[in-house]
């Protein structure tokens, strides 16, 4: 167990930050830190980086203690001359995800304002990462899984933390689909023995969607180009058929989750979906793979813009190249990538 109590400097207030985007885990195991960090004595703040939309408080709104987070940009912590915080990261792996990078009116902040910062996580850092207290490892599913095993006694889980949890490692690992080891069942195992809903959390964390969910998702089906030989699937959407089509950031949204969740690693015979999205200055690329995807994504996609960011079997990022020759570009880089003659 890490001693969190002997950690955390005295006479200082505790910031704790809960990764974007928006996800089960992230607010979970903030809000099961907090909660503990909170009985430890310590003025505790817990923040999510930026504001929220209805949707998404639709989606996780239920969370035990949600309306106990903060919504918002987190930078005035990082002022100079300010070091009253002991500043705790959960989730997450770069530094734009701690505050509302989106806001380009403010400076990133300068996190060497804040001389003490723990990291809880389950990721594999970038070599420039931000602290060398770390707590997890790339062999966890999960933060919640990482604290409940490192962090947080036993004796002070309840009913409502036990609910948080769960969500989190359902969340994670796709409710017990990927990414998860006997160790990760057997603290869920041991969540469930609060008598938690565990049927209605996966339900609720992976299963019901919204109508416009379901719309995204038929509109992708009839879209999707099949290339059986590359095993792969692509959907190319350039601006003109949005315009066309009459498509908005919002449906853009739900077309991302639902192609990424219900097509990219969901077609027998087909290894991984790579969705284009043109923009007015970039095209979107969001890749996924499934079981039977034997290529890092975020390796493939290097010639078409990725920085070799992500996971092995999803990866997205933002190329400033023009949109009408990637597909063209994709189907060449995984040809030669899985040594097809062209
Ligand atoms: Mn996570």
Same mark, same amino acid.
Request: charged residues 20%.
């Given at each position: 167990?890490?001693?969190?109590?002997?950690? $955390?400097?005295?006479?200082?207030?505790? $910031?704790?930050? /809960?990764?974007?985007?928006?996800?089960?885990?992230?607010?979970? /195991? @903030?809000?099961?830190?907090?909660?503990?960090i909170q009985s430890l004595g310590f003025e505790t703040l817990h923040y999510f980086p930026r504001e929220i939309s209805a949707k998404e408080k639709e989606f996780l709104g239920w969370l035990p203690y949600f309306e106990e987070i903060t919504f918002g940009d987190t930078r005035q912590f990082f002022e100079k001359g300010k070091d009253s915080t002991?500043?705790?990261?959960?989730?997450?792996?770069?530094? &734009?995800?701690?505050?509302?990078?989106?806001?380009?009116?403010?400076?990133?902040?300068?996190? =060497?304002? &804040? /001389?003490? &910062?723990?990291?809880?996580?389950?990721? =594999?850092?970038?070599?420039?990462?931000?602290?060398?207290? $770390?707590?997890? @490892?790339?062999?966890?599913?999960?933060?919640?899984?990482?604290?409940l095993t490192h962090i947080i006694p036993r004796e002070f889980i309840n009913h409502q933390l036990a609910n948080c949890g769960y969500a989190g490692i359902v969340d994670?690992?796709?409710?017990?689909?990927?990414?998860?080891?006997?160790? =990760?069942? /057997?603290?869920?195992?041991? $969540?469930?023995?609060?008598g938690i809903d565990a049927p209605s959390i996966s339900s609720w964390v992976m299963h019901v969607r919204d109508e416009e969910f379901y719309k995204a998702l038929s509109y992708a089906v009839e879209r999707i180009h099949y290339y059986p030989e590359i095993r792969t699937i692509l959907l190319p959407l350039s601006k003109e058929e949005q315009i066309k089509d009459k498509l908005t950031p919002e449906f853009n949204k739900s077309l991302i989750a639902a192609f990424n969740t219900e097509l990219a690693k969901r077609i027998r015979g087909y290894d991984r979906g790579i969705l284009l999205l043109e923009q007015d200055k970039h095209v979107k690329v969001t890749g996924r793979g499934q079981s039977t995807n034997k290529i890092s994504l975020a390796e493939l996609l290097r010639p078409v813009g990725s920085l070799g960011k992500g996971h092995f079997n999803a990866t997205d990022f933002e190329t400033k190249q023009d949109f009408g020759p990637i597909e063209q570009k994709i189907i060449k880089v995984v040809k030669r990538a899985l040594g097809v003659d062209s």
């Open positions: 167990m890490f001693d969190l109590k002997a950690f $955390l400097p005295k006479n200082k207030r505790v $910031l704790v930050i /809960s990764a974007a985007p928006f996800d089960g885990d992230s607010l979970a /195991s @903030g809000t099961i830190l907090t909660k503990y002991t500043l705790v990261t959960v989730d997450g792996r770069d530094k &734009i995800q701690f505050y509302d990078y989106k806001n380009e009116k403010l400076p990133p902040p300068d996190f =060497t304002n &804040i /001389s003490t &910062i723990l990291r809880m996580h389950h990721h =594999t850092l970038p070599d420039n990462d931000i602290t060398k207290n $770390l707590v997890g @490892g790339a062999e966890y599913s999960s933060t919640s899984e990482v604290i994670d690992t796709g409710n017990f689909q990927w990414n998860f080891t006997s160790q =990760t069942l /057997s603290v869920a195992s041991w $969540l469930c023995t609060f």
